[in-house]
């Protein structure tokens, strides 16, 4: 991926789990082609990612309660689209994600749609997907994230809410 930013995008820990849970949400696996403007879809907002801060649709969203990662130098945004070739709730797409301004780092942390959650994900499970993906180390390249057929673990959900 290019582009003039001196940011950099590192996918928190459970993104590409999220990328398979929403496939399998909007698409199932027969709709080879859905899956495949879903991909591209999401590389394009990645790549939108390096115009950092003028991204369209994107806005700033309030951490859960009690939330470490405030602290920590990050923010929380939240980018809206639309999923390709599927109606209604599973057509608004979300994509959440962290900013560190010190460290010009984006991390995206989870990707769904307004039928998986109707808000955005349940503060409890936001928080520990913000608490390790703050603390987590650079793992997967971007571009291999499109790629990705299968969860890296069998936890393909959002963690549940405590």
Same mark, same amino acid.
Not at 7 to 16: K, L, R, V
Not at 27 to 45: C, N, P, T, V, W
Not at 55 to 67: D, I, M
Not at 104 to 112: A, K, T, V
């Given at each position: ?28 696996? !027969? ?22 801060? !003028? ?21 929380? !945004? ?85």
């Amino acid at each position: 991926m290019g582009g003039s930013s001196d940011f950099h995008i590192d996918p928190g820990p459970s993104f590409a789990d999220s990328i398979v849970a929403l496939r399998k949400a909007a698409y199932g696996r !027969h709709d080879k082609k859905g899956i495949e403007q879903l991909d591209a879809a999401i590389e394009a907002m990645l790549e939108s990612l390096f115009n950092w801060p !003028h991204v369209a649709g994107l806005r700033e969203e309030s951490f859960p309660p009690k939330t470490a990662a405030k602290v920590d130098g990050w923010t929380l !945004h939240k980018l809206e689209f639309s999923c390709p070739r599927v109606n209604g709730a599973q057509r608004q797409g979300r994509l959440m994600i962290l900013v560190n301004l010190n460290e010009r780092l984006i991390r995206p942390i989870y990707i769904y749609t307004h039928a998986q959650f109707p808000g955005r994900v349940p503060d409890g499970s936001l928080k520990d997907l913000i608490h390790a993906a703050a603390r987590s180390s650079p793992k997967i390249p971007i571009a291999e994230l499109a790629a990705t057929s299968e969860p890296a673990s069998s936890a393909a959900k959002v963690p549940d809410d405590k």
